[in-house]
């Protein structure tokens, strides 16, 4: 079932909104949709009075642990962390309160896959894939998708597809998909890819990137065969957008909840 996911984007301890193609080491090259006055923590408590579970707290560099363990204690066993996930760490992170750690970066030293280190993070959790999210976030090439790392700076070696997506589902419990060239920009979701998403993946996904109203939320449900959840971020209210409120957002997840069991109690009856 397509539902809502939410989001709690972390930069230099800040929750913000930012063009993701924009994300790199210079700060002159930076472009914020949105910088919150409010915590980590604040978000964190909205979605749980909620129950808006899978959504992610992601730490854009440097800086922001302290802001995602604040939102994790808010509401421990809720919501995933990613950025800058480890073999290290990771198991810390879920003593600190994640549900699940997302890793991406981690997977692609010197920007090349290592099936070693996807290793190495499960048993670091025990063995649990249950309690890892796999992050492909990727860029357009032609007619592919790559997966990009280093905040969506650097092209890896793998390419999101069919064959990707099965070797890494063998290891997590799902993935996140940023489409990096459309975040932020409120220009309409990657039709394609969430088509393809919807057809290829073995595990639950969430797509990323250039959602801008509610009607997206149809969209994915409708291309993905409500295979893939979505994420709003730039176009929701209550990160200063002005395409979707929140309680929508909300309602919308609740009406396909009922519309759901209702049709699942026709097919037991049949």
């Known amino acids: 079932m397509t539902r809502f996911r939410p989001c709690i ?32 923590s604040y ?7 909620n129950q808006l579970t899978g959504g992610h707290v992601i ?15 808010t509401w421990p066993g809720g919501l995933q962390v990613g950025g800058g996930i480890n073999e290290n760490n990771a198991k810390q992170w879920i003593e600190d309160g994640a549900e699940k750690v997302i890793v991406t970066s981690y997977l692609f030293p010197e920007a ?6 996807l290793n190495a993070i499960l048993g670091a959790l025990d063995g649990d894939r249950s309690k890892l999210v796999i ?9 592919l ?41 409120q220009q309409g979701i990657d ?6 998403l919807g057809a290829w993946c073995p595990r639950p996904v969430t797509y990323a990137g250039g959602a801008r109203s509610l009607n997206d939320l149809e969209k994915v449900r409708e291309l993905s065969a409500s295979r893939v959840d979505l994420t709003i971020g730039s176009a929701l209210d209550i990160f200063g957008g002005d395409g979707v409120t929140f309680e929508n957002c909300v309602s919308w997840n609740k009406q396909r909840e009922q ?5 699942m109690k026709c097919e037991v009856a049949i």
Not at 43 to 49: D, E, I, M, S
Not at 135 to 143: A, E, P, T, V, Y
Not at 259 to 263: P, W
């Open 43 to 49: 978000f964190a408590k909205r979605y749980k009075n």
């Open 9 to 40: 984007d972390l930069h230099c301890g800040q929750v913000k909104q930012i063009v993701g193609g924009t994300l790199n080491e210079s700060s002159s090259d930076l472009k914020t949709n949105y910088v919150s006055l409010q915590s980590s």
């Open 191 to 196: 039709e394609d890819l969430v088509k393809c």
């Open 259 to 263: 519309r759901d069991r209702r049709y």
């Open 112 to 117: 090349k896959y290592s099936q070693s280190r």
């Open 145 to 185: 998708w790559v997966v990009a790392m280093n905040k969506w700076q650097t092209l890896t070696d793998m390419e999101v597809n069919q064959e990707s997506l099965e070797l890494l589902g063998a290891y997590c419990s799902e993935f996140l998909i940023h489409a990096a060239d459309n975040e932020g920009l």
């Open 59 to 73: 730490m854009l560099g440097p800086g922001n642990e302290d802001a995602a363990r604040e939102a994790l204690s």
């Open 135 to 143: 992050d492909l976030s990727c860029r357009k090439q032609g007619d």
